[in-house]
């Protein structure tokens, strides 16, 4: 095989799997921040209650129904509780 052509082999692969990697990189990590941030624009900002930041840390961890039940028991409203559920996985 000439050098030019195991060059460009090598290159194609890289990159494939470096735009693989980035292209996967947001969706493998838990964004509690996210969570926590859509149900601070329902309460207008300001600290969160630990309890909030709690079922955010569920969500994250896959538990969409737990942290459903923790944001309105936090005294957020079931729409932004469960949108904010959806972004902390």
Do not use: W
């Amino acid at each position: 095989m000439r050098t030019s052509t195991r060059l460009a082999g090598v290159l194609t692969g890289l990159t494939l799997v470096c735009g693989g990697a980035a292209f996967m990189a947001p969706a493998a990590h838990a964004d509690v921040s996210a969570c926590i941030n859509q149900v601070e624009r329902e309460l207008h900002g300001g600290e969160v209650p630990a309890g909030v930041r709690a079922a955010c840390t569920a969500g994250s961890t896959g538990y969409h129904d737990q942290c459903v039940t923790g944001l309105t028991k936090a005294g957020v409203t079931n729409g932004t509780a469960v949108s904010a559920c959806k972004v902390a996985p």
